[in-house]
Nanobody
Framework: QVQLVESGGGLVQPGGSLRLSCAAS????????MGWYRQPPGNQRELVAS???????NYADSVKGRFTISRDNAKNTVTLQMNSLKPEDTAVYYC??????????????WGQGTQVTVSS
């Protein structure tokens, strides 16, 4: 029904930058929220940043001032600009979207995950 395709992960040195993108395709009425989660090695998956249909944004305390989430409604995409990267940011990053289907109910989808490694 809905497929999320992520791109932009990779290896970067501390202090560097990466941009993650996620594009949604398929059938749905609207996207209610978009977000990025990450799962460090041996740890739980945690919220990094999210943005609602109304434009409300929240960030994890650990990334405030360094990461920026944005969306392109026309292209059904969400982007995470990551600056001043730290080794602690190393994780698999997952795109998340909650959409309203033609049934009128909301459904949650996840991307495949993309590896971000910050190392000197």
């Amino acid at each position: 029904q809905v497929q999320l395709v992520e791109s932009g992960g990779g290896l970067v040195q501390p202090g560097g930058s990466l941009r993650l993108s996620c594009a949604a395709s398929g059938s749905f009425v609207s996207i209610n929220s978009m977000g990025w989660y990450r799962q460090p090695p041996g740890n739980q998956r945690e919220l990094v940043a999210s943005i609602t249909r109304g434009g409300r944004i929240n960030y994890a305390d650990s990334v405030k001032g360094r990461f920026t989430i944005s969306r392109d409604n026309a292209k059904n995409t969400v982007t995470l600009q990551m600056n001043s990267l730290k080794p602690e940011d190393t994780a698999v990053y997952y795109c998340n979207m909650v959409v309203t289907g033609f049934s009128g109910y909301d459904y949650e989808y996840w991307g495949q995950g993309t590896q971000v490694t910050v190392s000197s």
